[in-house]
């Protein structure tokens, strides 16, 4: 087994980064491995990433007890709108469609703020704020997905996920006629996210030796202190003066 992860020609420890350039044959090499490993990783079997755009029409709450009950809806001016939260949940995995390509099927899990503006004074003026949750959308991919492994069986995976990475939203009031209080209010959300297929394998990899971490950089001190302080440790002695 190899010790820490040493440079055979230079004697220094590696680290993570770059390969060093050789500028004679212009380009990053790496120095040899120094022997191959069997290691358990997680791979990457397949991934894909989708951008989704979701319209959806809200009905402004009014009602008894609710956020825009005492509000006067005939002066909404502009909509803003913010995600609080966005979630991707993987459903359904179909059986295989052919050489092992299936059919994930995905929701979206989106929470929102909405908030009704009224811009005819100096200042814009919040009339009033709901969230509102969008959980009935759903769309489908085809990625590959292989069956559960013999050597780890069904705790090895494959294993399907889907991420959000990125998400906005956008929307404006319900074209009414002037005088008219405004009822909906119609919302345009886009969701960034990723789908991807991993499951547990060994995997024969060469290698340089162990990781050895680098010395802790200290954090800089904003202001000098004399350490230990000699002149304040202890009282002042009386002064003798010479004969």
């Known amino acids: 087994m190899a010790g820490?992860?040493?440079n055979p020609e230079t004697g220094e420890f590696m680290q993570p980064g770059?390969?060093?350039?050789?500028?004679?044959k212009g380009r990053r090499e790496c120095p040899p491995a120094s022997e191959k490993d069997c290691v358990v990783v997680e791979k990457v079997f397949d991934q894909c990433f989708k951008e989704d755009i979701i319209v959806k029409n809200f009905s402004v709450p009014k009602g008894p007890g609710e956020p825009c009950e005492k509000v006067d809806l005939t002066r909404v001016d502009r909509v803003e709108c913010e995600v609080l939260s966005a979630e991707c949940v993987v459903v359904d995995v179909s059986p295989p469609i052919a050489d092992n390509i299936r059919i994930i099927t995905v929701r979206q899990d989106v929470e929102v703020k909405i908030e009704l503006f009224d811009d005819s004074g100096h200042k814009p003026k919040l009339l009033c704020t709901f969230t509102e949750t969008i959980t009935d959308f759903f769309n489908q991919v085809q990625l590959y997905v292989p069956p559960a492994g013999v050597l780890f069986g069904p705790d090895g995976g494959p294993f399907v996920f889907c991420e959000v990475v990125n998400s906005t939203c956008f929307c404006s009031p319900e074209t009414v006629t002037e005088g008219e209080p405004v009822k909906n209010v119609i919302c345009t959300v886009k969701i960034c996210k990723i789908i991807?297929?991993?499951a547990f394998v060994k995997l024969l990899i060469p290698v340089y030796g162990f990781c050895v971490p680098r010395p802790c950089e200290a954090a800089?001190?904003?202001?000098?202190?004399?350490?230990p302080p000699i002149e304040d440790l202890f009282p002042p002695q009386q002064e003798i003066e010479d004969p």
């Open 196 to 198: 991807e297929v991993t």
């Open 18 to 24: 770059l390969c060093p350039f050789n500028p004679e």
């Open 4 to 6: 820490p992860a040493i």
């Open 220 to 227: 800089p001190q904003q202001k000098e202190i004399e350490c």
